[in-house]
């Protein structure tokens, strides 16, 4: 079945710790997103990556890192700069050719201890 | 940047009432989409309409672009329709989504 997983589903950390979540998608497409997402409102934008080798930091990208080595995983890294990282964290992605929809996956809750 | 407003933000239905969400956004886009995000956090791309009217099923929407707008239509609405309903928006020229910060349903059987 072609489809973005994320990993893991749950993840707690304690304060001070990097921790790294996973994201692959096997739809063969270009273009890859991180997203935040607070209780009760949309989804602030990350990290996006067009191509392997290169991203560019979205509308909240301080405390984060992420690196695209392969197509198909765009692994992001919350770090311990991230000053309020509690939050559920959704990775899309979308072709670059044709209609510019964004399929997303099943997303990681973070909380911080 | 662009904004985004949704309305209303919330919204409870009986099982079978029809329902119209707004989306109004300030500048011109060439990208439209609604997104219904489910009890679980799963979002699914329900349109990419920048401009006209599309339908699926029980669905439908509609964006009019010259006003800065779209509506989403949901007719005879059944209780897996409750959830958070996005609109989501790229200017021009730019090549990010912005997100709205929704509308609620629950629907009541």
């Given at each position: 079945?072609?489809?973005?997983?994320?990993?893991?589903?749950?993840?707690?950390?304690?304060?001070?710790q990097?921790v790294?979540?996973?994201?692959e998608?096997n739809?063969n497409?270009?273009?890859?997103?991180?997203y935040?997402?607070?209780?009760?409102?949309?989804l602030r934008?990350?990290?996006?990556s067009?191509?392997?080798?290169?991203?560019?930091?979205?509308?909240?990208?301080?405390?984060?890192?992420?690196?695209?080595?392969?197509?198909?995983s765009?692994?992001?890294?919350?770090?311990?700069?991230?000053?309020?990282?509690?939050?559920?964290?959704?990775?899309a992605?979308?072709?670059?050719?044709?209609?510019?929809?964004?399929?997303?996956?099943?997303?990681?809750?973070?909380?911080?201890? | 940047?662009?904004?985004?407003?949704?309305?209303?933000?919330?919204?409870?239905?009986?099982?079978?009432?029809?329902?119209?969400?707004?989306?109004?956004?300030?500048?011109?886009?060439?990208?439209?989409?609604?997104?219904?995000?489910?009890?679980?956090?799963?979002?699914i791309?329900?349109?990419?309409?920048?401009?006209?009217?599309?339908q699926?099923?029980?669905?439908s929407?509609?964006?009019?672009?010259?006003?800065?707008?779209s509506?989403?239509?949901?007719?005879?609405?059944?209780?897996?329709d409750?959830?958070?309903?996005?609109?989501?928006?790229?200017?021009?020229?730019?090549?990010?989504?912005?997100?709205?910060?929704?509308?609620?349903?629950?629907?009541?059987?």
């Amino acid at each position: 079945d072609g489809g973005i997983t994320q990993s893991p589903k749950y993840l707690f950390r304690k304060e001070g710790q990097n921790v790294t979540l996973s994201c692959e998608q096997n739809l063969n497409h270009d273009a890859m997103y991180w997203y935040r997402q607070d209780p009760g409102q949309g989804l602030r934008l990350i990290y996006y990556s067009q191509i392997v080798n290169d991203f560019q930091k979205g509308d909240i990208a301080e405390g984060y890192s992420v690196s695209r080595e392969k197509k198909e995983s765009f692994p992001l890294t919350v770090t311990s700069a991230q000053k309020n990282p509690t939050a559920f964290y959704l990775c899309a992605s979308s072709p670059l050719e044709g209609p510019d929809t964004q399929y997303f996956g099943p997303g990681t809750r973070l909380t911080v201890l | 940047g662009i904004q985004v407003e949704q309305s209303p933000p919330d919204l409870i239905l009986q099982e079978g009432a029809n329902s119209t969400l707004r989306c109004n956004f300030s500048d011109s886009v060439n990208n439209l989409q609604w997104f219904h995000q489910n009890p679980w956090g799963q979002l699914i791309n329900l349109f990419y309409i920048p401009s006209g009217t599309k339908q699926n099923g029980r669905l439908s929407a509609t964006t009019v672009a010259t006003e800065r707008y779209s509506l989403l239509y949901i007719s005879s609405s059944q209780t897996t329709d409750s959830g958070v309903y996005f609109c989501a928006v790229m200017n021009t020229g730019f090549q990010k989504l912005v997100f709205g910060t929704g509308t609620r349903l629950l629907v009541s059987p």
